[in-house]
């Protein structure tokens, strides 16, 4: 099993730390796995990428150009990166803010409105999970037994109380994606 | 088990030093490494194993300080970006000069000049070829994973005390900055006076009545001093040649294209392998993990099985040019690199390796 | 009274500090580095700390001054002995640790490392010689050099519009929060030499008080580079330097309270 994923937004929407977060609670479920903040021109204009691998075996390359999973948050990101999910593979987006939205026929398109769910929730810094929750449930790789440790792992002792939130967040994704 | 963790490659430098008894960490801020010293101010080891922890005013004044710090026996190192690591090569001379042993990571990004602060290779020929002045090598480990950023701190300063030298950590932005998971090792402690004194004998311990005064110094004014001086510098260099060059292959045994590639340059080339394998194509890799010494002889050897090698660098070409001395004309050597923080792809890499080869 | 008598153990009133090795100095004769390293070694011999002591020694004539003082040396490149100090004291924190530096070392290519190691509150000590001149590589302008001195770079006397201004850098580190003792001194008379050696004293004393910085700087000769006999250069140096660079404490943080 290797899955390759790109999650592209904006700064500010938890890009970063729900690669994190996926990363580490594949961690625990004793994968392998890379975090890779992206690097180049597209690191431009306010987008912000990271591209992580969940795999059971060692991973080579970093670097990859074809994604199992892109993951989009912004007009910016669809743009780029919609070529760029392998055939048969998953696109996950937020509707919120699109106006060109995914036209591919031969990948899975799903959508999550993750700003109605973080409002549901009560909190806006939840949006990253409910992203994320969307993304476990159309691809259930990593157990939420593990994702309940990531979460702990990544998140300072002091905000502990948060942790609840973001499961909360993460279920209410779960129940929210919507496969087009 | 050993606990796991998801971190940078830099933190993991920091988090290793901690853990691997180092005594002294002597740097000063630039990107893409300054998660190191970051990493270390958060961890606050002097309330720990009592690891000291400065802020420099400076690059020069950092390797200056590792200086110091060694002169007393201490495990001691320093991190750096490129452009600081050019104002460390005089200070490296010297640590080479005056025999001490020490740790230097270099997490390189673009030049020359101020350049990009995207990750590159193009530091090789300074880390590999000396850098500072004078005739002299440093050890060169070159990581590609948040792992080796970790190993390679412990198995460093095992080098540089065994041969009392500077040893450099050649790392690239793109493993300074990737987050991977990290298998934290058996806690090391700090040595004790005792077993300081009897690793470093030579150090300034502090005149004892039973040893005439110690002296550490890179200065021999005259010429046969200093031309027998450097004889015992080659010769250490010499012996590191024969023991220590370290290597990797993969895929190489019915190779009959090799790939050759460090750091993370190297991992991009094993999906390159893959990819090539799966066309039917017997394409193999080896990665020096020491890029000096070098991994010659094996370099020799397989020039003798490989249709033609190449050798795939974040830079203009460097390395490439010790491929050529090592295969020495016994089959074609070709170069592929992206420069200014630009990274290949795998597909490039497939790309540009093909049109090298005559092949489709 | 023959030789042997004189020898004899009642009747020796003078003995080199065995804190001094036998090796013959090769300091000009009239140089002020061997009176100044025969303060330092005696003050080491007098506090008892010899183990203890680790010495850091410049780029210019004292960088052998480590084969003058029987302690431990580190050789720093030029300009950087305070931070070889730094880390030195940091990681060993119970030593002595001091440095000896000439002006070009520490006023010119060592700016940066004396004014941070001082700003840091760095508790060594810093012997600077102040002589005007670099005499190592022949006598050429130093940036203490007086307006109107002749160097080897300054063959018609050092003018302020093409060489700059001499640098007095003892009240400049004064400013600094970090530094706790600064003075300066001469050893051209016995009695200067005594207080010089005092104030070493004093310093490697506040070294180990945890109060920061200590740093004497000694106004000193360089009869060779001056071009002089070493009475005229004394002579030239109390008339000259001096109103400059005038003796005296300048900072004592102890003495304050």
Known sequence: ?180 | MAEKILMKGNEAIAVSAIRNGVDGYFGYPITPQSEVMETLMKEKPWETTGMVVLQAESETSSINMVYGGACTGKKVMTSSSSPGISLMCEGISYLAGAELPCLVVNVMRGGPGLGTIQPSQSDYNQCVKGGGHGDYNAIVLAPASAQDMYDFVDWGFELAFKYRTPVILLADGIVGQMMEKVELREMKPRRTKEELLAAAPWATTGKTADRPYNVITSLALESDVQEKFNQKLQAKYKEIVEKEATHTEYMTEDAEYLFVAFGCSARICEAVVDDLREQGIKAGLLRPVTLFPFATKRLAELSKQVKSMMSIELNAGQMVEDVRLAVNGACPVGFYGRQGGNIYTPDEIADAFKKFNNLK | MTLEDIKKPKNIVYKKTPLLTDTVMHYCPGCSHGTVHKLVAEVIEEMGIQEDTIAISPVGCSVFAYNYLNVDWEQAAHGRAPALATATKRLNPEKYVFTYQGDGDLASIGTAEIIHACSRGENIVVIFINNGIYGMTGGQMAPTTLLGMKTATTPYGRDAKLNGFPLVLAPMIAQLDGTAYITRQAVHTAPAARKAKAAIRKAFEYSQKGIGLSFVEIVATCNSGWKMSPTAANKWMVENMFPKYPLGDIKDVLKQE
């Open chain 1, 1 to 180: 099993m290797k899955e390759e994923i790109i999650i592209a937004g904006f700064g500010g929407q938890g890009v970063l730390s729900m690669g994190k977060i996926l990363a580490y609670s594949a961690i625990m479920q004793d994968m392998e796995v890379t975090w890779m903040p992206s690097y180049g021109p597209e690191m431009r204009g306010g987008t912000a990428n990271v591209s992580v691998i969940l795999s059971d075996k060692k991973i080579g390359s970093p670097i990859v150009t074809k994604y199992d999973t892109a993951i989009i948050l912004n007009q910016q990101s669809m743009d780029k990166f919609e070529q760029s999910v392998k055939p048969g593979g998953l696109l996950l987006y937020d509707p919120n803010g699109i106006t060109r939205h995914p036209e591919r026929t031969d990948i899975t398109i799903c959508r999550i409105d993750a700003i109605d769910v973080a409002a549901k929730v009560g909190n806006s810094k939840v949006y990253n999970m409910a992203v994320m929750g969307a993304y476990l449930k159309m691809k259930p790789l990593v157990d939420m037994v593990n994702v309940d440790k990531g979460l702990a792992k990544c998140i300072p002792a002091r905000y502990s109380d948060l942790i609840a939130l973001n499961k909360q967040a993460i279920e209410e994704g779960m129940n929210s994606v919507v496969t087009l």
